[in-house]
């Protein structure tokens, strides 16, 4: 071998040892990427779940004491109802009672008046007047009654501001986490989420068609694998030409045996063709 082979032999070996170095390195700063979106992925959903149990309890809550506060209120009407009846009722009564005791001094007054007519006049006082006892008594029952259910109906007030509150914190906390996720440019669709937290099953395929960037809009790239293969939209794949890495493509949409994705990345001065590999192991 002549010595320019030699040298050429020795380049040949120093470029490929260089190039599995950047390639380790693009792979360790991949790996460590993913690592960082799955935690952030992770953290968002937790917070969402607990926002949407959060939402669901206060909702059922509010339901609850808004009807147990309108059943109190009927409640209060309805008391004060029978309070008035039973004031105009007492009112009506101390009338009466006055009229008897009236009435009682004024057969006192009169010699003439029988024993037993007197007698008979006292029973109808005395009964008057545990008549008039006892209205006073339920009286007091209604009144305490009425301010037991307004007591409770205050209560009930206090617990749907606090939760309301509370509600109103949940809220701000997710406009919060969603705008540090949108500064990280991360998505904060939901669904995105999801496909974003369930990569792609292991697979090989090939690009079928490209088509090129026109000014202002996006290069596209369709491949050989779809649906029926496990891809949804959201996922992305790794495009490369022997052992040159060429790119990354997001898909936009996915039909049983082929999908359609934007070149999300792609190495410098790399062009795409008809039969790249594509996979979704990197």
């Not at 009466?96 to 029988?114: F, G």
């Amino acid at each position: 071998m002549t010595t320019v082979g030699k040298i050429l032999v020795v380049l040949h070996l120093v470029l490929s040892l260089m190039f599995m170095a950047f390639a380790g390195a693009v792979y360790t700063a991949q790996t460590n990427w993913r690592a960082s979106q799955a935690a952030t992925v992770k953290s968002l959903a937790t917070a969402n779940s607990k926002m949407r149990d959060n939402q669901a309890e206060f909702d059922k809550t509010l339901a609850d004491l808004t009807e147990k506060k309108n059943r109190l209120e009927n409640d209060v009407i309805t008391l004060k109802g029978v309070n008035k009846a039973l004031d105009a009722q007492v009112i009506a009564l101390n009338a009466d009672n006055s009229q008897l005791r009236k009435e009682a001094d004024q057969l006192r007054d009169v010699e003439t008046l029988t024993t037993t007519e007197a007698g008979e006049r006292k029973s109808e006082a005395d009964l008057q007047r545990t008549v008039n006892g006892d209205l006073y008594a339920s009286r007091e029952n209604f009144v305490q009654k009425l301010n037991d259910t307004e007591d409770e109906r205050f209560k009930l007030a206090l617990e749907i501001q606090r939760i309301s509150e509370k509600y109103d914190q949940l809220l701000n906390d997710n406009k919060v986490m969603k705008s540090f996720l949108g500064s990280k440019n991360l998505t904060t669709d939901p669904k995105q989420m999801v496909v974003q937290t369930t990569p792609p099953p292991p697979l090989d395929g090939r690009v079928t068609e490209v088509r090129k960037a026109e000014r202002g809009t996006r290069e596209y790239i369709q491949i050989s694998l779809g649906s029926d293969s496990g891809l949804v939209p959201g996922h992305r794949l790794t495009i490369f030409h022997g052992d040159r890495w060429l790119g990354d493509i997001r898909l936009t949409m996915v039909e049983a045996d082929k999908a359609v994705g934007y070149v999300d990345r792609r190495a410098k001065n790399a062009t795409f063709q008809i039969d790249d590999e594509v996979t979704t192991r990197f």
